[in-house]
Nanobody
Framework: QVQLEESGGGWVQPGGSLRLSCAAS????????MGWYRQAPGRERELVAH???????YYVQSVKGRFTISRDNAKNTVYLQMNSLKPEDTAVYYC???????????WGQGTQVTVSS
């Protein structure tokens, strides 16, 4: 059973930065897609960014130019560098890993990010 463990969340002032890490118990090369989602209070969980096995990336419009997703295959870890944070970025951030065939999805427990002054 694959386990994903997020870390790096916390409180930061607007304009600040945080780096989230997602450590996988297995080889992340086995995942077709890894990504970060977030869920703010009273809202649905939404995609933040994806990184595909070939290295290409996708970002939701609201974080483009501020967030960067990356992966370190040797450490079985995916990162989300978040810069120029805004109060609206406040949410629980979840790591996600997908295998396309057979369709399998894994989730971490989440890490809280709070942006406020």
């Amino acid at each position: 059973q694959v386990q994903l463990e997020e870390s790096g969340g916390g409180w930061v002032q607007p304009g600040g930065s945080l780096r989230l890490s997602c450590a996988a118990s297995g080889n992340i090369r086995s995942f077709n897609i890894m990504g970060w989602y977030r869920q703010a209070p009273g809202r649905e969980r939404e995609l933040v960014a994806h990184i595909f096995s070939g290295g290409s990336t996708y970002y939701v419009q609201s974080v483009k130019g501020r967030f960067t997703i990356s992966r370190d295959n040797a450490k079985n870890t995916v990162y989300l560098q978040m810069n120029s944070l805004k109060p609206e970025d406040t949410a629980v951030y979840y790591c996600n890993a997908d295998i396309l065939i057979p369709a399998t999805q894994y989730w971490g427990q989440g890490t809280q990010v709070t942006v406020s002054s």
